[in-house]
């Protein structure tokens, strides 16, 4: 193989690789390693980009699917009728067989549900078997079933962001304890802080919320919805986020952003990326509310935001953190 | 028990300074090819580049190449979208999907060329690319539907692909020499 064939097949290979909604880390590195090798590798590689991406691709590619050959094709119906009659039923019987056993062969092997888990301070992204991306936080657990006919993920615990592949003849519904969202073809991000209360905010489309009683309350692009019990609460849209929308949630990055929220809301998300456990000294400390923007990714850092801003006092032992009311507030 | 916590170093000082240029002008090649109007060129490129540099100082990204061009993508559909948007009131109804105007006259030698090469393609290659780019299925879905292994599912559509570009050079070759 001479080296420029060799460029080419190393540069359509990228733009296949790269042709993805989520691209992994390790393989994104190795390509801009290989874009920064050589001028010749960046110029194929743009080229056929371009091409693969050109509106003359999708055309020529339409009208080859249009125009098959003879062996994959529908005969024309009137002129073919005759001669064909015979040996139609034959065909269509074989044809019949050959698409239930490749539906057979597609459909068996996503008919199980299948669990996702995101150990401790380790958020992970999955593809499932649709096509649609849940970027998982950490300590969270996601049960997903993929069935020809609907899509159910079950959040057992912890955090997910949802960017669904719309389909508008199969239903996508997200449950997270008593509540479910059901997915209209949308980015969307469901936070289970505990057994009975749940957070969604939606990035992209819109998303029906249905806490278990009769009414449910669609939400739309920048809306936030929070339920407690069976409780719908609407949230004003995030305020720093100004006239555009994220496209992702803060967390995917690390970050909470909280008005009022519990203490125990805020611990139970340190939580998933702190190895050591997190303890609440006092029980009533859990309903202090708290606000701001922390970085929950980094526990040290965290704890040093509430040390001071809500008096606390915090103490490292050997496999945990424990969190009390400051002796000087206890003491004035 | 008190514990000394590591500080994090977010500076990156260990990583060599990104190659811009390089990007920029990589940029510059494929919207280039992507669209007729010259003068969306340097807009789409510095656009992309200040999201580039913006985000890659906010958080260190994997990839500025991949990133890049996607936000081209994006860009130039953008402005597409803006321009169909204008002239609809003197034009016909573009289908939603139907080319990009401008790239109609530009691509028609392309679109011959491309046609025919894909009538020389081998059937079950033809198949792999066409699921691949026009119904948009994983390389993964495809191996399955069709009983292949990945890997073959890989090359059909990386050997497609650069069958494909050698067409269309033949035919702009041919085309320039013609003129």
Known sequence: MTRETQIAEDAALWVNRLDQPAIDTSASRAFDTWMAADVAHRDKFTDLQALWHSDALTEALRQAAATPGVSDAPMGLIGATRHTRSRRPVVWVAATACAVLAALFVLLPSLSSITYRAGIGNGRSVVLADGSHVALSGNTELRVRVLPWRRTATLVRGEAFFDVAHERWRSFHVHSGETTVAVLGTAFNVDRQNATRTAVEVYRGAVALDAGQSDHLVLRKGDRARVVNDRITTQAPDPTAGAIVAARPDWTAGWFEATDVPLSVLIAKVQRHSARTILLRDAALGALPVSGRFRVSDPARVFDAIRDAYALDIRYDRGAVLIAPSRDRQGT | ?179
Not at chain 2, 15 to 29: F, H, K, N, S, Y
């Open chain 2, 1 to 179: 028990m008190p514990v000394s916590l590591p500080q994090i170093d977010e500076s990156d000082t260990d990583v060599p300074d990104q190659d811009w240029e390089a990007v920029a002008a990589t940029l510059a090649r494929y919207v280039r090819t992507r669209t007729s109007r010259h003068d969306l060129v340097e807009d789409v490129v510095q656009e992309t580049l200040a999201r580039l540099v913006q985000q890659n100082r906010q958080q260190k990204l994997v990839s500025v190449y991949a990133f890049g061009f996607r936000i081209a993508a994006n860009l130039l559909v953008d402005h597409h979208r803006r321009d169909r948007r204008y002239s609809n009131e003197t034009e016909i109804d573009h289908a939603s999907d139907a080319p990009l105007p401008d790239r109609v006259i530009a691509g028609r030698q392309e679109l011959a060329a491309l046609t025919a090469a894909l009538d020389a393609m081998p059937p079950l290659r033809r198949n792999v690319f066409t699921r691949r780019r026009l119904q948009g299925q994983s390389c993964a879905g495809i191996a399955r539907d069709l009983a292949l292994n990945l890997k073959a599912v890989e090359k059909h559509i990386t050997r497609g692909l650069a069958d494909l570009h050698r067409a269309v050079m033949l035919a702009n070759d041919a085309g320039n020499d013609g003129r």
